[in-house]
């Protein structure tokens, strides 16, 4: 199973299935709930954390950049725009 899956199912078991949304706005809450209870309060069993919760064992993380409005989905065909390649064969 990978991690996002595993996150996901958690997330399903932990926080949907017991707070049960029926709007979107509450769906939201009870993901911002369980969100902070998952990387400030819960020990994580990672290796790296060392049974501590993320924030805790990690309390630099850098930030990441915030997601474009628009992407381009061809924006990586201009990287190889007038290049060559050899017919396999």
């Known amino acids: 199973m990978r991690l996002s899956s595993a996150i996901t199912a958690q997330a399903q078991s932990e926080c949907l ?4 949304p029926q709007t979107l706005s509450q769906a939201r809450e009870a993901t911002a709930r369980f969100q902070t ?3 400030q309060e819960r020990p994580n069993q990672a290796l790296s954390c060392g049974n501590r919760p993320p924030l805790q064992a990690f309390p630099h993380l850098p930030t ?3 997601i474009p409005a628009q992407v381009d989905p061809d924006a990586w065909l201009a990287r ?3 290049q060559a390649f050899p017919a396999e064969g």
């Open 64 to 66: 990441l950049p915030s």
């Open 17 to 20: 299935a017991l707070d049960r």
């Open 37 to 39: 209870h998952y990387n």
């Open 80 to 82: 190889l725009r007038w």
